[in-house]
T-cell receptor, first 115, second 115 residues
Framework: NAGVTQTPKFRILKIGQSMTLQCAQD?????MYWYRQDPGMGLKLIYY???????DKGEVPNGYNVSRSTTEDFPLRLELAAPSQTSVYFC??????????????FGEGSRLTVL | QKEVEQNSGPLSVPEGAIASLNCTYS??????FFWYRQYSGKSPELIMF????GDKEDGRFTAQLNKASQYVSLLIRDSQPSDSATYLC???????????????FGKGTKLSVIP
């Protein structure tokens, strides 16, 4: 089973460039998330989706956009890259959400450097 | 602002000792609590969860929860060098968006088990 697949694994961008981080899951999970993790810091939620066609902002959405046209795919778009967006990005999914659910299935991460 | 606090460490323990990792949270509405392990350069993986006050044991791992004190801990008995990783505390809290509940992560505690 592939699980959650992220591409690319590494990328270097110049300031002002744009790019899309791809995320796909083959587990038929409704809920998908994008987190960023800066060195020595926890995971910060950027955007999330509760199903195809439904997305919402998380804690740190500025400078990013998402779409969810299918259950499987949840790409993250970076517009006008800035050095502050240098981070490791994790995509995650889960089948359900509720008061007693919290197991996220993570992709391997995408390490982005903006110079 | 929902907060989850952890000592960043590093916490160093000798092989065979008990490692004690602590976490406090600010939102009294939090329902469930999770411990994720993250090896360097890898994605987080769930190792324990707890919903009710008291202790929950799984092999060498014991999670402890005290909702009155808003305190969660993870004990690792007979620590092994392979336990060396960063441990992220995550708290499931009510969220105003469509996702209903969201995980808020602490910054993580880095554990080093010395052979």
């Amino acid at each position: 089973n592939a699980g959650v697949t992220q591409t690319p694994k590494f990328r270097i961008l110049k300031i002002g460039q744009s790019m899309t981080l791809q995320c796909a899951q083959d587990m038929n999970h409704n809920y998908m998330y994008w987190y960023r993790q800066d060195p020595g810091m926890g995971l910060k939620l950027i955007y999330y989706s509760v199903g195809a066609g439904i997305t919402d902002k998380g804690e740190v959405p500025n400078g990013y956009n998402v779409s969810r046209s299918t259950t499987e795919d949840f790409p993250l778009r970076l517009e006008l890259a800035a050095p502050s967006q240098t981070s490791v990005y994790f995509c995650a999914s889960t089948p359900t959400r509720g008061p007693n659910t919290g197991e996220l299935f993570f992709g391997e991460g995408s390490r982005l450097t903006v110079l | 602002q929902k907060e989850v606090e952890q000592n960043s460490g590093p916490l160093s323990v000798p092989e065979g000792a008990i490692a004690s990792l602590n976490c406090t949270y600010s939102d009294r509405g939090s329902q469930s609590f999770f411990w994720y392990r993250q090896y360097s350069g890898k994605s987080p993986e769930l190792i324990m969860f707890i919903y009710s006050n008291g202790d929950k044991e799984d092999g060498r791992f014991t999670a402890q929860l005290n909702k009155a004190s808003q305190y969660v801990s993870l004990l690792i008995r007979d620590s092994q060098p392979s336990d060396s990783a960063t441990y992220l505390c995550a708290v499931n809290t009510p969220y105003s968006g469509a996702g209903s509940y969201q995980l808020t992560f602490g910054k993580g505690t880095k554990l080093s088990v010395i052979p």
